[in-house]
């Protein structure tokens, strides 16, 4: 079992920047590729930013490109979210979740940080 626990949210102004962590206990990150996700109120949740077990590859939706940069240091069991020139459109819970190495499902998922970007 993979325990996952997002830290970092809270609430910003527009243009500002955000910095989510995923930390994980019982069992090391290094063989599960690690994902975040959002939902806005109302919504389905969406991927955002992905990271191979590796490091060597990472993933973004479009409208997170260049603005959003995700980072993993295996020997904290750590993955970073740096969220950069928010948007109050970028106002959701987010997600970390972890899919172990050659399978399709998320199946860990962190509780979810709130992230509010004010106008």
């Known amino acids: 079992q993979v325990q996952l626990v997002e830290s970092g949210g809270g609430l910003v102004q527009a243009g500002g920047s955000l910095r989510l962590s995923c930390a994980a206990s019982?069992?090391?990150?290094?063989?599960?590729?690690i994902g975040w996700f959002r939902q806005a109120p109302g919504k389905e949740r969406d991927f955002v930013a992905a990271?191979?077990?590796?490091?060597?590859?990472?993933y973004y939706a479009d409208s997170m490109k260049g603005r959003f940069s995700i980072s993993r240091d295996n020997a904290k069991n750590t993955v970073v979210l740096q969220m950069n020139s928010l948007k109050p459109e970028d106002t959701a819970v987010y997600y970390c979740?972890?899919?172990?190495?050659?399978?399709?499902?998320?199946?860990?998922w962190g509780q979810g940080t709130q992230v509010t970007v004010s106008s």
């Open positions: 019982g069992r090391t990150l290094s063989t599960y590729t």
């Open positions: 990271i191979s077990w590796s490091g060597d590859n990472t």
């Open positions: 979740a972890a899919r172990k190495i050659l399978t399709t499902s998320y199946n860990y």
